[in-house]
């Protein structure tokens, strides 16, 4: 019978089996015997009892398993365990029926017919010594003994042990130094109902100890998931926002996270700005590591939920994290505090930017500003001699606002220059004929802006005769007649050029300078 670890209540079954024992071995009356089978009944329920609750723990470590890698070896043990008692459980079933049937004892409740020893004795036991089947009963014993020894001893050396106690079959030696083998010492001599009983009872020595084993490797895999390591465990920060600006206060919460294989989620269903993060991710421990790029300048959400098996069932966890983006600084920001400066009468391009703010967030106003696509601006100054651009952003993670401010010269396009077949040197030579029939011309030397310039009109100036005025890029006729006059090495001038802008002839350009050629035939 069970000892060591077992509840009050069953040492106290125990002593009361032993106390009707010797009651018995003093020929009691007939109510001994129905005492016995109270307490055979007693054990019979309790044996139920802990039928389904070993049943429960079985399949709760059997689902553990399946979600968890750590509780895999304690399921199998389990299993093992269960095999093991249920091959000795069953056997001593069939024996108790086997009882019953052998002594033709129809009503298996009248415990005062079941007086009596015959049975057990010629069956358990023949000629002085242990029959065939008393060493199966023995046998049965000793593999379940054996079974489960070795199954758990490397782990629970206490539990064991008091299975090697309760189920030691070795012989006996009595209070009064006489030694008998097991069989003899426990069932020959006495009436079937304690024999019943007894089987019972070792019945109920397999449910207790299984239902041990079951608690112990259940409550010890818990307390190794929850031991607090740095091999199950990792420190992780939240804040509110991905990023901080100069000033502001850094909320960040540090707790403890598990990282382990226990706590690695079934499967993963996230978006990123609302998009499917679909297989770029993988899994490190119980971590989920995204594969994904950090995004365009500006807040980004993780959302969705990571879903997880705890007793057979699906359960979600939410997921809501943002970070921030910003431009990796790529270029110093160089100014030439003088330069600022726009022109009058062109498109100025400008980009303007605010460092960590994505650009649908910026917004810039200045007279003549306007904005084509993302950081692109133009300006087109009119009157006055500066413009103020001011520049204001939204900070991410609803930070506020920040705002700044720019001012710009404006100048007007510089003075262009006279050309004759493109060639802007204003001192040229040139035959009478060529003068005669090339263009005039007039461009911007060394200007930022690649501006297209037309001439309307001119003055044209040849010695020995008066100025002839000319619409258009060529001498005229009567500028022609002039330039007869003119004599070989002599000079004649080109002046009062009238030019545009192309495409924007409202704008009224500088005088144009003047080309002076001379006449080389």
Do not use: C
């Not at 879903?307 to 057979?312: A, E, K, M, V, W």
């Amino acid at each position: 019978m069970a000892g060591g670890k077992l509840s009050a209540r069953q040492k106290m079954i125990n002593l009361m089996y032993l106390v009707f024992i010797a009651m018995l071995a003093l020929n009691m009356s007939k109510e001994v015997l129905s005492a016995f089978g109270s307490i055979n009944e007693k054990l019979v329920k309790a044996n139920t009892g802990f039928e389904a609750k070993n049943n429960l723990a079985l399949g709760d470590l059997r689902k553990k398993a399946g979600e968890n890698e750590e509780f895999k070896t304690a399921a199998a043990t389990a299993q093992s365990a269960s095999d093991i008692s249920k091959k000795l459980y069953d056997y001593l079933e069939t024996t108790k029926a086997e009882l019953l049937v052998g002594n033709k004892v129809k009503d298996d409740k009248d415990y005062e017919s079941m007086d009596k020893t015959q049975y057990l004795d010629e069956n358990f036991y023949k000629g002085g010594k242990v029959s065939a089947a008393g060493q199966n009963f023995l046998d049965q014993m000793d593999m379940y003994r054996n079974g489960m020894v070795a199954l758990i001893q490397d782990t629970n050396q206490e539990l064991a042990a008091e299975i090697s106690e309760v189920f030691n079959s070795e012989d006996i030696t009595d209070s009064e130094g006489v030694t008998k083998d097991y069989i003899n010492y426990h069932f020959v001599g006495f009436p079937m109902v304690s024999s019943l009983t007894k089987m019972t009872q070792m019945q109920n020595d397999i449910k207790v100890i299984e239902n041990e084993l079951l608690s112990k490797l259940l409550s010890g895999n818990l307390k190794a998931l929850s031991k607090i390591s740095d091999q199950n465990y990792s420190t992780v920060m939240t804040q509110e926002k991905g990023a901080f600006y100069t000033g502001e206060t850094f909320d960040g919460m540090i707790s403890l996270g598990r990282v382990d294989e226990s706590t690695k989620p079934e499967r993963v269903e996230l978006l990123i700005d609302g998009r499917p993060i679909g297989n770029r991710y993988e899994f490190e421990g119980g971590r989920v590591k995204l594969k994904v790029g950090s995004g365009g300048v500006g807040d980004h959400k993780i959302t969705g939920n990571l879903i997880f098996l705890q007793d057979g069932k699906e359960v979600e966890v939410a997921v809501d994290q943002k970070w921030t983006t910003i431009n990796k600084p790529n270029s110093a920001t160089i100014a030439a505090d003088k330069m600022n400066v726009v022109y009058r009468g062109v498109q100025n391009p400008m980009t303007i930017t605010f460092a960590g703010i994505q650009d649908s967030k910026i917004n810039a106003s200045a007279p003549g500003l306007t904005k084509k696509s993302g950081s692109s601006y133009m300006m087109s100054p009119g009157t006055g001699k500066e413009v103020t651009i001011n520049v204001s952003g939204t900070l991410p993670d609803g930070g506020g606002s920040v705002s700044d401010k720019a001012t710009f010269r404006i100048k007007n396009i510089p003075r262009p220059t006279g050309t004759m077949r493109n060639d802007d040197s204003g001192n040229m030579k040139m035959s009478r004929e060529a003068i005669g029939s090339a263009p005039i011309g007039a461009k911007l030397v060394d200007f930022d802006f690649d501006l297209d310039l037309s001439v309307t009109s001119f003055k044209f100036k040849a010695p020995g005769a008066g100025t002839v005025q000319v619409q258009g890029t060529k001498l005229n006729a009567q500028a022609k007649n002039a330039l007869k006059k003119a004599k070989r090495g002599s000079t004649v001038q080109i002046f009062d050029i009238k030019a545009q802008i192309q495409g924007n002839s409202s704008y009224k350009l500088p005088k144009v300078s003047n080309v002076i050629i001379e006449v080389t035939n």
